[in-house]
């Protein structure tokens, strides 16, 4: 499976971006999926994550009521819609594709990773 994310920018702070990430390769549409980001410097925290039908959802307390994770009924494109955007929302994005059909909060969980898109939040 190759994940490939897209729709990173630079946004001003209150902003919004949508991100996407899509499967190809083979199906995915049975497995959990996730968002992950690095902040510079940092390391690579949790962000989101989605069961292989759409209907769980679990997020990072840091982007609760502001981030909203999706996927389509075919189950192979995931989306990330960030709003109200902060400036500490900078990093760069990665999607990733989980062994489980639910979505992991653990990184170890998941063994097919994109190539990240950067995300900046700055005026």
């Known amino acids: 499976v190759q994940l490939q994310a897209s729709g990173g920018g630079l946004v001003q702070p209150g902003g919004s971006l949508r991100l996407s990430c899509a499967a190809s390769?083979?199906?995915?549409?049975?497995?959990?999926m996730g968002w992950f980001r690095q902040p510079p410097g940092q390391g690579r925290e949790f962000v989101a994550s989605?069961?292989?039908?759409?209907?769980?959802?679990n997020y990072a307390e840091s982007v609760k009521g502001r981030f909203t994770v999706s996927r389509e009924k075919a189950g192979n494109t995931m989306y990330l819609q960030m709003n109200n955007l902060k400036p500490e929302d900078t990093a760069i994005y990665y999607c990733?594709?989980?062994?489980?059909?639910?979505?992991?909060?653990?990184?170890?969980?998941?063994?097919?990773w994109g190539q990240g898109t950067l995300v900046t939040v700055s005026s």
């Open positions: 390769g083979r199906t995915i549409s049975n497995n959990g």
């Open positions: 989605i069961n292989w039908s759409g209907t769980y959802t």
């Open positions: 990733a594709g989980a062994r489980q059909a639910y979505g992991p909060t653990s990184q170890s969980n998941y063994n097919y």
